[in-house]
């Protein structure tokens, strides 16, 4: 496979590090070399199987557009950009290309949402959550945190769950959502140590999006990888 990596910032340089040592091709532009989806054209993805993005929302959405409107495959690992979401699936589906994104792409936070729909289940309990990232971090609350969050309410319709966001140094990420009652306390907890994770996960989504059309967010397809 050739994958083509957009953002050569933290995740993105270890997506194509990851990449290459699983054996695939890998071209990388930084946001210089591609403003405004300018090299996203067809003689340029011409021979490219799958287009991974970690840029900037507002990037993010450009380059998803320039990819999908040529028929072309995309992870998308920035976050920040889903009220375009209807827009970009709509878009690939109209152009036969293909569409993956996600909240996070790390396995360890797949198996924190799915735990996060048992937890909710309990009677009794106030819900919360609490994130923890870098400072450049654009949005807050993070993706994944909102995506626990819909899993709770998803479970739990028209409840309070409270979501602290702190901002903190080079985090790579962590995620606590709290389950208190007035006898005790649970708590799911995942801390991300290195972003290596979220990379393997986007490169393993890549791999699984070639040749696909369509749409899909991670948290369906990651027991297929």
């Not at 799958?50 to 993010?60: I, K, R, Y």
């Not at 309990?122 to 949005?139: C, M, N, Q």
Request: proline share 2%; glycine share 12%; net charge neutral.
């Amino acid at each position: 496979m050739l994958i083509l990596v957009l953002g050569k910032g933290k995740t993105g340089s270890l997506v194509a590090e990851v990449a290459r040592e699983r054996g695939h091709g890998v071209r990388a532009l930084d946001i210089d070399e591609n403003r405004h989806a300018s090299a996203l054209t067809a003689a340029n993805l011409a021979g490219v199987d799958v287009v991974v993005d970690f840029t900037a929302p507002e990037s993010a959405v450009e380059n998803m557009r320039a990819v999908l409107a040529l028929g072309s495959r995309i992870v998308v690992g920035t976050t920040g950009w889903y009220a375009k979401l209807d827009e970009m699936r709509a878009l690939a589906i109209q152009r036969g290309g293909g569409l993956l994104y996600g909240t996070n792409f790390s396995i360890g936070v797949q198996k924190l949402f799915r735990l996060t729909a048992e937890l909710a289940k309990l009677d009794g309990y106030k819900f919360s959550i609490d994130e923890t990232h870098h400072v450049t971090k654009l949005d807050a609350p993070s993706g994944t945190a909102r995506t626990l969050k819909e899993i709770i309410l998803g479970v739990r319709p028209g409840i309070d769950v409270p979501t602290e966001s702190h901002r903190v140094g080079d985090a790579k990420g962590e995620h606590i959502v709290r389950a208190a009652s007035d006898c005790d306390v649970l708590e799911l907890r995942h801390d991300a140590h290195s972003r290596r994770g979220f990379a393997l996960g986007a490169v393993r989504g890549a791999e699984w999006l070639a040749g696909k059309q369509g749409a899909w967010e991670f948290r369906e397809i990651f027991d297929q990888l």
